[in-house]
C-alpha cells in the first residue's frame, strides 16, 4: 500500500482474524451456560454432544416441578429427594433413548412416577407409606399462593389415605394439570383405568372429608 502524498506515515497492513480465531481445536466439548428460553431439544442435543452445562440447565428447569411432585405422592423428604435424583441419574444415563427431545420433560416425568412407585413400595414395607412430613412439605418451593393454600394440613392427610394408584391419578389430573393421555403414556394404565382411578379418588376423598367434618 502507498502512502498519500504529505503523509509521514508508514503503510498499515490490514490483517484478517482467521474465522476459527477464539475457538476451541475441537479436542474438546464446548461447554457454556445455556440461553434462557432455550428448547428442551437443544438442550438434549448439546448434551449428547458432550455439554454437561446442557444438562444442568435441564436439571433446574424441572428440579421444583417434579420436586413437588415426588413430595406430595410420598410423603416424605429424603423419600422425594431419592426418587427425584434416580429419577435425574437415570434420564442422563439414557438420554440417547429419547425419542423425541423436544418432550424431554414427560419423557422424565414418566422415569419420576415410575421412581415414585419404586420408592413408595419400600416406603410401605418399612410401614411408613405417605408420612406427613410438615418440614418436607414447606421446604418445596410452590409457584403460587394457591397452590399453598390447597395443600393444607387437611388436604395431605386425606390424600395419605388413598391407595397409592389412586393419589398417583388424583395428583396427575388434578394438580399437574394433565390430559389423560398424557397420563396414559406416563403410567403405562389405559385411559378408562385412569378415568375411574381418577373417579374413585374423587369418592373417597368425599367420604373422607364428610367424615373429618363430623369428629
Given at each position: 500500500?502507498?502512502?498519500l502524498?504529505?503523509d509521514?506515515?508508514p503503510p498499515?497492513?490490514?490483517?484478517?482474524?482467521?474465522p476459527?480465531?477464539?475457538?476451541?481445536?475441537?479436542?474438546a466439548?464446548?461447554?457454556?451456560?445455556?440461553?434462557?428460553?432455550?428448547?428442551?431439544?437443544?438442550?438434549?442435543?448439546?448434551?449428547?454432544?458432550?455439554d454437561?452445562?446442557?444438562?444442568a440447565a435441564?436439571?433446574?428447569?424441572?428440579?421444583?416441578?417434579?420436586?413437588?411432585?415426588?413430595?406430595h405422592?410420598l410423603?416424605?423428604?429424603?423419600?422425594?429427594e431419592?426418587?427425584?435424583?434416580?429419577?435425574?441419574?437415570?434420564?442422563?444415563?439414557?438420554?440417547?433413548?429419547?425419542d423425541?427431545p423436544?418432550?424431554?420433560?414427560a419423557w422424565?416425568?414418566?422415569?419420576?412416577?415410575?421412581?415414585?412407585?419404586t420408592t413408595g413400595?419400600r416406603?410401605?414395607?418399612r410401614?411408613?407409606l405417605f408420612?406427613?412430613?410438615?418440614?418436607?412439605l414447606?421446604g418445596v418451593?410452590l409457584?403460587?399462593?394457591?397452590?399453598?393454600a390447597e395443600?393444607?394440613?387437611?388436604?395431605?392427610?386425606?390424600?395419605?389415605?388413598?391407595?397409592?394408584?389412586?393419589?398417583?391419578?388424583f395428583l396427575?389430573?388434578?394438580?399437574?394439570?394433565?390430559?389423560?393421555?398424557?397420563?396414559?403414556?406416563l403410567?403405562?394404565?389405559?385411559?378408562?383405568?385412569?378415568?375411574m382411578?381418577v373417579?374413585?379418588?374423587?369418592?373417597?376423598?368425599q367420604?373422607?372429608?364428610?367424615?373429618a367434618e363430623?369428629?
Amino acid at each position: 500500500m502507498t502512502a498519500l502524498s504529505g503523509d509521514t506515515r508508514p503503510p498499515v497492513e490490514r490483517v484478517t482474524r482467521p474465522p476459527d480465531a477464539g475457538k476451541s481445536d475441537g479436542t474438546a466439548p464446548s461447554v457454556g451456560i445455556p440461553k434462557v428460553g432455550t428448547s428442551d431439544g437443544e438442550l438434549v442435543r448439546r448434551v449428547l454432544a458432550g455439554d454437561t452445562g446442557a444438562y444442568a440447565a435441564l436439571v433446574a428447569r424441572y428440579r421444583d416441578r417434579l420436586g413437588r411432585y415426588a413430595v406430595h405422592m410420598l410423603g416424605d423428604r429424603q423419600d422425594a429427594e431419592e426418587a427425584l435424583q434416580d429419577a435425574f441419574v437415570r434420564a442422563h444415563r439414557s438420554l440417547a433413548r429419547c425419542d423425541d427431545p423436544e418432550r424431554f420433560g414427560a419423557w422424565l416425568y414418566g422415569i419420576l412416577v415410575n421412581r415414585c412407585r419404586t420408592t413408595g413400595g419400600r416406603a410401605a414395607r418399612r410401614a411408613r407409606l405417605f408420612v406427613r412430613d410438615d418440614a418436607a412439605l414447606s421446604g418445596v418451593p410452590l409457584p403460587s399462593p394457591a397452590e399453598r393454600a390447597e395443600w393444607d394440613d387437611t388436604v395431605r392427610w386425606a390424600l395419605g389415605q388413598l391407595a397409592p394408584e389412586y393419589r398417583e391419578a388424583f395428583l396427575l389430573k388434578h394438580v399437574e394439570d394433565l390430559e389423560y393421555e398424557e397420563m396414559a403414556q406416563l403410567t403405562g394404565a389405559g385411559i378408562s383405568a385412569l378415568k375411574m382411578r381418577v373417579k374413585r379418588a374423587r369418592e373417597q376423598l368425599q367420604i373422607i372429608f364428610r367424615e373429618a367434618e363430623r369428629v
